[in-house]
């Protein structure tokens, strides 16, 4: 995958000087997922909040407007906030209450910032801690589907395997950024 580039940002360098009367960073940023070779996938605006040791928080109050691909729009009800770790193969939402899902997590290769735009492949495979306590692995079938369709590599296979299983293990033990790191961050959008 791409090594970091001139280009890449940190958060403290995206719209630094745009903050509103509340003191809160108002920086709108792009999300962007793609598949594996290329396709667009979920891509969506967002607030920029901060960094922290973590990764870099990204807000999306109520009423946010996605797209699944260059698919029809699709109104968020909840607000929430993205989580984008500057080396892990992952991101993470943290959704208010009183969504279904606490957190949902996406394999991904790493999150890469562009200017004002971070953007990751999604590898099918996501972790999700319903708000009931549940946890689920999802997508596997998909998983082993793409694998064979896009002809994942091997270190990618291995990697995103790994990356499952380490989500699981720390969102399932409320470890790390699933220990309630997001709250003051969600606050922020809710």
């Not at 003191?23 to 290329?38: F, L």
């Not at 999306?60 to 984008?84: D, I, N, S, Y």
Request: net charge negative; proline share 5%.
């Amino acid at each position: 995958m791409s090594e970091v580039g001139a280009d890449e940002v940190g958060a403290d360098e995206v719209g630094a000087d745009e903050v509103g009367a509340d003191g809160v960073n108002v920086a709108e940023v792009r999300v962007v997922y793609r598949k594996y070779g290329g396709g667009l996938h979920w891509n969506h605006s967002g607030r920029l909040l901060g960094e922290d040791e973590h990764g870099v928080w990204v807000g999306c109050p109520a009423g946010t407007v996605a797209r699944k691909g260059h698919g029809p729009p699709t109104t968020w009800v909840q607000a929430h906030v993205g989580l984008f770790p500057r080396d892990a193969w992952w991101t993470a939402v943290f959704y208010a209450a009183p969504h279904t899902m606490e957190i949902y997590c996406d394999v991904t290769t790493v999150p890469r910032w562009h200017g004002d735009e971070v953007t990751m492949v999604d590898l099918d495979l996501d972790v999700i801690r319903f708000r009931d306590g549940r946890l689920h692995l999802d997508d596997e079938d998909e998983f082993a589907e793409h694998q064979v369709r896009y002809a994942y590599p091997d270190d990618v296979i291995s990697q995103a395997e790994r990356s499952a299983a380490w989500l699981m293990d720390a969102v399932g033990r409320a470890s790390g950024p699933f220990g309630g790191a997001h709250a003051p961050w969600l606050s922020l959008v809710s």
